[in-house]
């Protein structure tokens, strides 16, 4: 079974920076990509990045040049840095262990956390 497990949320102020950690238990038991997610009320779940087992890397368009994901020790770790937030970035973050869409590079989530909440006050 594989179960990722989030750490690292709370309350920033605007223009403040927050990591996110995760875990996953099992890995990799057919997944080859770790990935953040974050979802809000009214709102459907959005990609944030993604690491892949090569080395690569994903970044939606709200992440680019403001976030950074990277390994946090172990092949089964992920970090999400998260530099100069802004409220729109208030969301519960999710990470998820699953495999690389064949096209847009990016991660299908289908194993995932139960998220942290990330809440950014201006």
């Known amino acids: 079974q594989v179960q990722p497990v989030e750490s690292g949320g709370g309350s920033v102020q605007a223009g403040g920076s927050m990591r996110l950690s995760c875990v996953v238990s099992g890995w990799p038991y057919g997944s080859n990509c770790l990935a953040w997610f974050r979802q809000t009320p009214g709102k459907g779940r959005e990609r944030v990045a993604a690491?892949?087992?090569?080395?690569?890397?994903y970044y939606a368009d709200i992440a680019k040049s403001r976030f950074t994901i990277a390994r946090d020790g172990g092949e089964n770790t992920v970090a999400l840095r998260m530099n100069r937030l802004e409220p729109e970035d208030t969301a519960m973050y999710f990470c998820?262990?699953?495999?690389?869409?064949?096209?847009?590079?990016?991660?299908?989530?289908?194993?995932w956390g139960h998220g942290t909440q990330v809440t950014v006050s201006a």
């Open positions: 998820a262990a699953g495999l690389k869409a064949s096209r847009g590079g990016y991660c299908i989530g289908n194993f």
């Open positions: 690491l892949f087992t090569d080395g690569t890397t």
